[in-house]
């Protein structure tokens, strides 16, 4: 089987696209499928150390079309489009594929449709939040995703999603992600003369949906009688400013760190190094997978508190591989916080609960199997229409 993956320009640079990309495509080979790969036109600013390992696979790269520069963006987002679909046709002439796998963001399946359908080959498309929120996608985007021979999505609650906002192709896969780092059922506890100074850790995004207020409030309630406690937010971005505003206000100046924007590996060491993460995420908007830096925290054997939206309840067992609070009550996460802190010898359970469950079911080679038998579907399918059973 050969499968030809298009993939967004950041699988070229060292990010952590990158090195998930680069982990699918090692597992995938591993488990016997050959691939080949596309990268879409790289977005014009400063270059980039080049992070593709030209000595393990070959990467097609679409050269980025010549564009006035007063031309805006949407035509400028056509060109490239345009660009990607004409390069991807001569690459699946060159190397034959038996199907296409555009990864995310899906909007490269805009280029990627009218080649499969040239040339007759299935269609594999990744769903991304932005395909979930069916109002976000651009009309051919749309299009491509609707008439894919598969999605492949990250959880239930997207696929629910997407069938809601009418993006119903002939199959929607649900195949969990995996993990950007290693798993680490057997990590230590704190030093013991760190158990006076408990921390708490965040990492995600900055927005409103991250529930970070509620978390700042719930800080506020314990703080009265844990004088001590700390918490640590790995994140940054256009949100920062506002955010220490909020921690100011909330008069946490001092007890509260924003580190700014961190790569998931360096997130991961923040949130590695907290008695418990805290995931706060609010019901209702648009949290329809469990987040990148939750799975980490669970791999390095992280005591975890989450709220109850859907997709941490299919991930986490109460009580067993972490401890869930009911979605957006200040109070129940105050409670849930307050009962770990006072029990610290049950922060070690929780920690290797989560990593034996992640080790179990979230690694490469799990991920890279999902994907294959995916792939074994739509072929199979597709054979069948072709002989008309």
Not at 18 to 38: D, E, F, K, M, N
């Amino acid at each position: 089987m050969r499968v030809l993956h298009v993939l967004d320009a950041a699988c070229a640079r060292p990010t952590d696209y990158a090195r998930r990309t680069h982990a699918l495509l090692a597992a995938l080979r591993a488990q016997g499928v050959q691939t080949v790969h596309l990268s879409a036109p790289a977005a014009a600013g400063p270059e980039s150390p080049d992070a593709w390992p030209d000595h393990a696979r070959h990467l097609y790269r679409t050269p980025a079309p010549r564009t006035p520069r007063w031309l805006s963006g949407a035509c400028a987002d056509l060109a490239n489009g345009a660009a990607l679909a004409l390069r991807l046709r001569r690459v699946a002439r060159l190397t034959r594929p038996d199907l296409i796998h555009v990864h995310a963001p899906s909007v490269h399946a805009s280029a990627a449709w009218p080649v499969a359908r040239l040339r007759r080959l299935p269609l594999v498309v990744d769903a991304d939040r932005r395909t979930a929120a069916g109002s976000r996608m651009l009309p051919l985007e749309r299009f491509a995703c609707v008439r894919a021979d598969a999605l492949a999505t990250p959880s239930a609650e997207m696929r629910a999603a997407l069938r809601a906002g009418g993006v119903r192709p002939r199959r929607i896969a649900v195949l969990p992600p995996a993990v950007d780092v290693l798993a680490a059922p057997g990590c230590g506890a704190r030093p013991p003369d760190m158990l006076d100074a408990p921390l708490l850790a965040y990492a995600g995004g900055l927005d409103a949906a991250a529930g970070l207020d509620l978390l700042l409030a719930a800080l506020r309630d314990l703080r009265h009688t844990r004088r001590t406690l700390r918490l640590l937010i790995a994140g940054g971005g256009a949100g920062t400013e506002t955010l220490e505003a909020r921690i100011a206000a909330a008069g946490l100046n001092g007890y509260v760190r924003v580190t700014g924007r961190l790569a998931g590996r360096r997130a991961a060491d923040v949130l590695a190094r907290a008695d418990v993460a805290v995931f706060p995420a609010l019901p209702g908007h648009g949290a329809l997978a469990p987040s990148r830096h939750l799975l980490n925290a669970m791999a390095q054997g992280c005591a975890v508190v989450a709220s109850d939206i859907p997709c941490h309840r299919d991930l986490l067992v109460h009580g067993h591989s972490g401890m869930l609070f009911a979605a957006g009550s200040r109070k129940a996460l105050a409670d849930v916080l307050a009962q770990l802190l006072e029990a610290p010898w049950r922060l070690r359970p929780l920690g290797q609960a989560a990593a034996q469950c992640i080790a179990a079911t979230h690694d490469w080679t799990s991920a890279a199997a999902r994907y294959r038998r995916l792939y074994e579907t739509v072929l199979s399918d597709a054979r069948r229409g072709r002989h008309g059973c």
